[in-house]
């Protein structure tokens, strides 16, 4: 079916800046939304920024003016670029797809989770 594989994530100090990237790979006919979530330990997964087909993104209030969600649909791409990093960034982020693809139909996707933590 599809994969998607994640990276980018890792050590930065409170402040820095890091860019998660997710590609998927198969047959894609049609991407309706490229997202990114994150997770801490004893915690539900939240969203973190979502951009869909038609241009519109949304970000939750925590990142609006320090995270950038941005896509490739070329590529079937999708990045998150992480600006004035907090140590209550920390966490698990996982990338999300939704996508349509033969034979299979409309599903969601999930990538791996890569861990970003924010720590001096």
């Known amino acids: 079916q599809v994969q998607l594989v994640e990276s980018g994530g890792g050590l930065v100090q409170p402040g820095g800046s890091l860019r998660l990237s997710c590609a998927a790979s198969?047959?894609?006919?049609?991407?309706?939304?490229m997202g990114w979530y994150r997770q801490v330990v004893g915690k539900q997964r939240e969203l973190v920024a979502a951009?869909?087909?038609?241009?519109?993104?949304t970000y939750a209030d925590s990142v609006k003016g320090r995270f950038t969600i941005s896509r490739d649909n070329a590529k079937n791409t999708v990045y998150l670029q992480m600006n004035s990093l907090k140590p209550e960034d920390t966490a698990v982020y996982y990338c999300?797809?939704?996508?349509?693809?033969?034979?299979?139909?409309?599903?969601?996707?999930w990538g791996q989770g890569t861990q970003v933590t924010v720590s001096s």
């Open positions: 198969g047959s894609i006919f049609i991407i309706y939304a």
């Open positions: 951009t869909r087909s038609g241009g519109s993104t």
């Open positions: 999300n797809m939704d996508l349509f693809i033969q034979p299979y139909g409309r599903n969601d996707y």
